[in-house]
Each structure stands twice: as C-alpha cells, then as structure tokens.
C-alpha cells in the first residue's frame, strides 16, 4: 500500500477568461514516476504549478500529504517538494554554488548566517551529480543553456525533497544529458524512492523511463497508464491532431514518429 | 554524469563532499575582510571630513587644546556645530539610501533601481514639501518625515500595483520608465507647490531640492541611527530571502520563501529608509545606484555580505562627496545632490545602454 502524496480532485484553473484545466482528479503516490505529455497549451505546465503552490485552483482543491498545497508553510513544503520550473530569472552574478547553495535555504535555521559545511557538501555533491564538477565558481552568466539548466536541477536537488516536479527539464539539453538527467531521476527514485512527476514534450524520453504516462488534451487528462498501454496511434493522433506512427524498439518500448 | 557514484551499487543521496568542511568559514572571512576594510574607510572618511570646508581649521584647537580659557573657539563651533554633524548625517544617509537601493535592485531584480530612478525619492519630496510649507513651525519638523514616508508609500505602491498589473516579466525598462513618470509627477507636485509659495519660500524649496546635508541636527542624526540600526538589522536578516528573491518570485516560492510577506516588509523598510534621508537632505540622487553595483563586483552578489557592505560603503562613500563638494568651488558650497547626479546619470546611462 503506497502513501498517497497528491491527491488533486475536481481541480479547475483559469487565466482570466481562458479556462486551462477542467475537473481535473488524479493522484499522485509515494515512489511513483510519472511523465505529462500532452500538446501545447493543454496546461501541462498550468497542472505543476498547481501542485507546486506558485498557482491557486479556481476551484477544486490540491492536497499534499492530505492538507492543501496553499495551506503548507512555505518553508515546510520546500523541504519535501522541489521544483525544476521552465523560466528562471538572472539578473546578478551568482555564481553555480551559490545558486544551489540556495536550494538548502528551507533546510537552514531562520537566521543562520552563512551556509554550514554539511550545505557546501550537499550542493559540491549534487553539482557532480548533474556532471557540473569543476564548474562551482562560474557564474550563471557564463554557462551554457544546458548547463544553466543542469543547475537548476542541481538546485532542487539540494532540497533533498521526497517529491521532484519538473516542467521541461531536458529542453535545452543534447541527447547524451537528457538520457544523464533521466537516469539520475531513474536512480533517485529506485534507490532513494524519490518521486517523480515530470512534464515533457519528449514522448520518447517519457516513455522509456517513466512507469506511469498521463496524456493531457483539451483541458483535462485523456488517459493514464504505463507507457506500453498507453501510446496507442488512435490516441495521441487525437490529442496531436497530427499524423503519427507508433512503432517499438527492440526491448519493447513504444517509439512515436510523425508521419509525413 | 553518474559516473562518480558508480554504475553499480547505491548512489549516496544526497551526497556528502567532506572535503569541504572547511567552505563555511571561508564565507565567514571573505565578508568579515570586506566588511572591515569598508569601516576603515568609513571611519577615515568621518574622522578626515570635518576637517576639510570652506575655513581652514585646526583639529587639536577644536578639541579645546592650545585654547586659553575664556577665548572664543571658533575651532569647536565649526567642527562640532557646522561640521560634524553634517558628516555623521551624510554617513547614515549615504548607508540608508545605498542600503535601500540594493533591496529594490533585489526585489525587482533591476540593477536600474534605487530610490531616485524609481520616483520614491520625489514622492517623499513631495511630502516633506507639503509639510515644510504649509505646516506651523511647531509641527513640520515632525511632520516632515511622516509625510514624506506616506508619500513615498504611495510611489512604491503605484510601482508596485503597475508592475503586477503587467504581470511578474515586465521588462526592467518598462519599470524605470514608469519611475521616470512618476518623477514628471511628482515634479508636477512640486511645481504646483512652489508656485503657490511665497518667493522667499520658493526659493528655499529649490534649494532643498538639490539635495544638501547642511540642514541638519544632533537630533536628527540619532533619529536616524536608530532607523538604520533597525531598518538595516531586518533587511540584513532577510538577506537570504532577498537572494532567492533575486532569482524570481517563483524561484524563491519553489525554494520555501513566503513570497509577498518578505516582499512587503522589505519594500516598506527600504522605503522608509529613503523618505526618512530625503525628508532631512532633499533628494539625493544614484547613491543606492552607484554604491550597490560597485561593491556587487567587489564582494560579489550574495546579499548576506552585499547588505552589510552597501551599509559601510554607502556612508563612506557620501561622506566623501559631501566633503568634495565642500572644496569643489570653495568658498561656496555645492549641495552634495548636485554632485552624486552629475556622478550618477553618466553611470545609469551606461548601465541602461550596457544590456543593449
């Protein structure tokens, strides 16, 4: 019997007059692995932010660990869920260590000066965990989009967090650390039962590693399950209206091509 | 990536580098060295200033030594009655306004705001005015600063109130515009005002408006210690929030900060800080510009050693160009105002034209 961590129920959201999700229920447990594909604006991002408290249901509710999202202190949900959002600000010349070192800040007393040597060994470790060894001191400006983004994964890494929500996180990446990033997820959650939900454009990615997919199309969730079950051409043909093949790979994972 | 856990056997999560046991106080001592060579030159500023003016005077006369009793000690009077509190104002101004400026840069993340740029300064002009002209005597001295923090209240709020109305990725720009229009504003305000005073009067707001720390009291300085010692202790101790602020609303939600709760108290501390300067010395302009982005490169972006430097380095750095302005067209004075915007408009246009 896994814990159930979200449990999200008739959840409706709109910007303004648009409305973005409709009665929306889904849950989320301990250890799960979940991956949201789904076209654009089908509020695939609208969903995470829900989860991650930044946005507030127009009606509906989310909860976590059975008490709603917008109820947790901040400080306190920071310390169990992380969050790998799409678009990051960066104005001044932080450098990759003290971006992540920031990440401890839910774990640190309310005054507590500077960050302690058990801080410094969470973000050194999780900079070589992400492939960022060596790169501490450079500042965000003078890092790649990849490695920017290897950052920010770093980061919500360093909250040691039991659940990871991330929006698009391999976008800016090449092949080779998309499939890193994914293994690293992989681990975490077999080894470490970190649990995943992970919103992704790439079909592919998602379904070689996540264990459940949710397709979202037209405001709402359209299918849920295991990747093998799910990527049928009927159904991603109607959520992309696009032309697509779904052929398998030699080890039996589904692989979504667009026909010309 | 994974390689330094090994491909076989239990990744460590999360990871622990003992190696760097050490790095905390590494943190400890880069800020304690900035800190401390900024006093110094603080404390040289405030300990050389009063010396330098218009008259020439003798330090050890003004100390009462080589003075036959009973001689007038013209000495003293200047040091003690013109001087010295003119420096001890001009360093916590310079701190309040630095210290101020480095929080809006913070919490709007745009290295383009500080009180001036923003109009907080002319809404506070805008107050102290009212209260300095159409107040009795009794009253305006206390008046004063109240409405000049009212006023400036209500320029940080219509900021405030536009930007969120464009939504969190208004550009930097779109920000300093409408802080542009704000000072049309408030210049408007304070036109009216002035037309409406008698000559004598209007002339004493012009003069005011160049920004002087010549006006100036025992009194007020402590008042103002006293605010900066509070106002500076809440913004250094939420310096950490300030950083993650400086990622991003949502960065710093995603990482445990209670976002619009800081954001109000250091937006209304900050301003405070700035109405409470400009009620006493006018509006002096780029000081919260100039100070922040120059230390920002000394000792780097991380607020919990940038705070405390602006701090420091702010007051140093007024204290001196009160005293350069002092000299500049000796005997006449030069309102120290004058001086940090012919310093700071060149800086801003290059900061603004920089990002291309």
Known sequence: ?260 | MTESAGETGKLVFPPQTPTEALAAPVAWRRALAAWGALALLALAAVALSPLVGSTNIDLLRAWGIGVAAGEENIDAAIFFTARLPRVLFGLLAGASLSVAGATYQALLRNDLAEPFTLGVAGGASVGALLALNFLPITVSPLAAPGLALAFAGVAVALLYGLTRLRGPRSSPATLILAGVTMNFLFGAAILLIQYISDPYQTMAIVRWLMGGLDVTSYRVCAVAAVLLVVGGGILIAHARPLNLLALGDMTAHHLGVPVERTRLVALAVSSALAAFVVAFAGPIGFVGLLVPHVLRRLVGADHRILLPATILGGGFFLVVCDSAARVLFAPSELPVGILTAFLGAPFFLWLLFRKG
């Not at chain 1, 604006?41 to 829900?50: A, E, I, N, P």
């Not at chain 1, 310390?79 to 600000?89: D, L, R």
């Not at chain 1, 996540?210 to 049928?232: E, F, H, N, S, Y």
């Open chain 1, 1 to 260: 019997m896994t814990e159930q961590l979200f449990d999200i129920a008739q959840l409706s959201f709109s910007y303004g007059n648009r409305e973005v999700l409709r009665e929306i229920d889904l849950s989320i447990g301990r250890g799960d692995f979940v991956g949201v594909i789904g076209p654009n604006g089908v509020g695939k991002s609208t969903l995470l932010h829900l989860m991650s408290g930044w946005l507030k249901p127009r009606s509906g509710s989310v909860a976590y660990k059975g008490r709603t999202v917008g109820e947790w202190p901040r400080r306190a949900f920071a310390q169990q869920v992380g969050v790998v959002a799409q678009h990051e600000e960066g104005l001044f010349p932080f450098t990759a260590e003290e971006v992540v070192l920031m990440g401890r800040y839910a774990h640190q007393a309310a005054l507590a000066g500077f960050d302690n040597p058990e801080d410094h060994a969470i973000a050194r470790g999780v900079l070589e965990l992400v492939g960022l060894k060596g790169m501490e001191k450079r500042r965000l400006a003078e890092l790649s989009g990849g490695e920017r983004q290897r950052v920010f994964i770093a980061r919500a890494l360093a909250q040691c967090p039991e659940v990871l929500l991330l929006d698009e996180p391999t976008s800016s990446l090449d092949l080779s650390f998309q499939r890193d990033v994914f293994r690293l997820l992989e681990r975490l959650n077999r080894e470490h039962a970190l649990t995943v939900f992970v919103v992704t454009h790439d079909i592919n990615l998602a379904a070689l590693f996540c264990r459940t997919l949710i397709v979202m199309g037209g405001k709402t969730i359209r299918a849920q399950g295991a990747p093998r079950d799910l990527l049928r051409q009927d159904l991603l043909q109607d959520v992309y209206h696009t032309p697509i093949d779904v052929l398998t790979s030699g080890d039996g994972t589904p692989v979504v091509v667009l026909r010309k």
